[in-house]
């Protein structure tokens, strides 16, 4: 009998200690007052580099962000806003979405709507998705440095990979005491003349105060960019002989 009361005392003091620290998560998410239709989700917000210049043969990764930290402050947290699972469903009429994937929003908090050639083309730029291609960049990267080793690649234009992600934080010039931070992804990766394919993604967060954002422009799938014959490079030459 008394094995079986410490038992439940155990198990009521864990639902308690997770209650509570629901309640702070919350009350913590809330802080930022956010548009409807999106969440902040400040665990999500992490970035290790705030800047990167790595321009190389095979290979180029740029990643600006404000080293002031109240400038960064507005950018992390326009990295950590998400789409919740209405705003998905708005769009997912067709195979843009698995219903799995709204239906465990909450544990996967999906920044992505579709896929290309295994890889998450971004519906909302969030630091989950600079993440990811920051991952896909290094084991594309990681080949390439073992490719190289092959003279015959030199000289050529195969397994190349571009990677940007440029943000700015500026007043707004149409609302008075606003400021918009812009996110600016860039992508692409080159295997040959009619081999390549990228996309470009932008979000741009309008904050009325710190704590205060009243707008948000720019969650729509983006678009992808594949290679032909007829067009083997990207729209703004980003390859160079």
């Avoid at 996110?183 to 704590?211: I, M």
């Amino acid at each position: 009998m008394t094995k079986i009361r410490s038992s439940t005392l155990f198990i009521c003091l864990i639902l308690l200690t997770f209650s509570a620290c629901t309640r702070l998560h919350q009350k913590k998410e809330s802080n930022i007052q956010i548009p409807k239709g999106w969440v902040y989700s400040p665990n999500n917000a992490f970035i290790k580099y705030v800047n990167a210049n790595e321009v190389k043969p095979g290979y180029e990764l740029v990643i600006a962000r404000p080293s002031q930290n109240m400038l960064l402050a507005y950018v992390t947290i326009a990295e950590s806003i998400l789409p919740d699972q209405n705003k998905y469903k708005e769009v997912s009429n067709s195979n843009l979405l698995e219903n799995n994937q709204i239906k465990n929003w909450y544990f996967e908090r999906p920044w992505w709507i579709n896929e290309y050639n295994d890889f998450k083309i971004p519906f909302a730029l969030t630091s989950d998705c600079v993440n990811y291609y920051i991952g896909k960049y290094a084991d594309i990267k990681k080949n390439m440095k073992i490719d190289q080793s092959n003279s015959n690649w030199r000289g050529s234009n195969e397994n190349r990979i571009f990677l940007h992600y440029i943000t700015s934080v500026k007043p707004s010039e149409t609302k008075k005491g606003a400021v918009i931070v812009s996110l600016k992804l860039k992508w692409y990766y080159f295997c040959g003349q009619t081999c390549g394919w990228g996309f470009k993604k932008e979000r741009q967060v309008v904050f009325a105060s710190p704590k205060k954002i009243i707008e948000i422009i720019g969650d729509t799938p983006a678009d992808v960019w594949v290679a032909s014959e007829e067009k083997p490079y990207a729209p703004d030459q980003w390859i160079t002989y």
